[in-house]
């Protein structure tokens, strides 16, 4: 963790603590054991990714999760950001839009104990009406802009984390919402190379 996220510049305690108390390769397929926690993405099938372990903490630290903060995260992949952000925020909902994913993902969380969280299987760019508003929304996978049910979402106040572009010319950034609900500029965090965010405000084609 020194030479992959500690020494590029990630500080926040709380996310260091829990990057060490989530084991990345209870999230990992079987056969990326041996290299899960190498500072690199891993497949997990259906064109996805975990994402690098580097990418991870800063998408964390950018959240300014201080404990009690509800949550929606769009991609949950695997699972292993949910679980981390069942560690630091008051509860997860969690959108994964292929079925088989999801299931996994559950199980792993399940196993796991998280009990914060919920998952459910849909397009995620619509968000989740019925749950809102959430005081930060992240996303691990990029849109050519933000959707649009999001920002009808995101509580006065919150944070959006998410990454936008597409191929190798992606930017992670930060929204911020004013206490008026007002939503401020972004600001652009680093570079970055995740899977398209798909659905009706998202991508058409992965």
């Known amino acids: 963790m020194e030479g992959q996220i500690i020494a590029r510049g990630i500080a926040d305690a709380r996310v260091l603590d829990a990057l060490r108390e989530v084991p990345r390769h209870h999230f990992a397929p079987e056969i990326f054991l041996e290299t899960a926690y190498a500072d690199k993405a891993l497949p997990i099938g259906h064109g996805q990714t975990i994402s690098q372990p580097y990418m991870v903490a800063a998408t964390l630290e950018a959240l300014e999760l201080r404990g009690g903060e509800k949550v929606l995260e ?3 992949g695997s699972g ?3 679980a981390l952000l069942g560690r630091l925020a008051g509860s997860v909902r969690a959108i994964e ?3 088989e994913l999801a299931v996994r993902a559950r199980e792993r969380l399940d196993s796991f104990g998280l009990t914060n969280y919920m998952l459910w299987t849909a397009d995620g760019t619509y968000g989740w009406p019925e749950e809102a508003p959430f005081d930060v929304i992240v ?3 990029s849109a050519p802009s933000v959707p649009a049910p999001w920002m009808q ?3 006065p106040g919150g944070r959006i984390v998410m990454p936008l572009g ?3 010319k992606q930017t992670l950034v930060r929204y911020r919402v004013s206490r008026k609900g007002e939503i401020l500029a972004p600001e652009e965090l680093v ?3 995740f899977v398209k ?3 009706k405000y998202g991508w058409e084609k992965p």
């Open 153 to 155: 979402q995101i509580a």
């Open 97 to 99: 839009r292929v079925p």
């Open 80 to 82: 292993y950001l949910t």
């Open 166 to 168: 597409e191929g190798e």
């Open 74 to 76: 769009i991609g949950a």
């Open 191 to 193: 570079n970055c190379v």
């Open 197 to 199: 965010l798909v659905g």
């Open 139 to 141: 996303s691990a996978a």
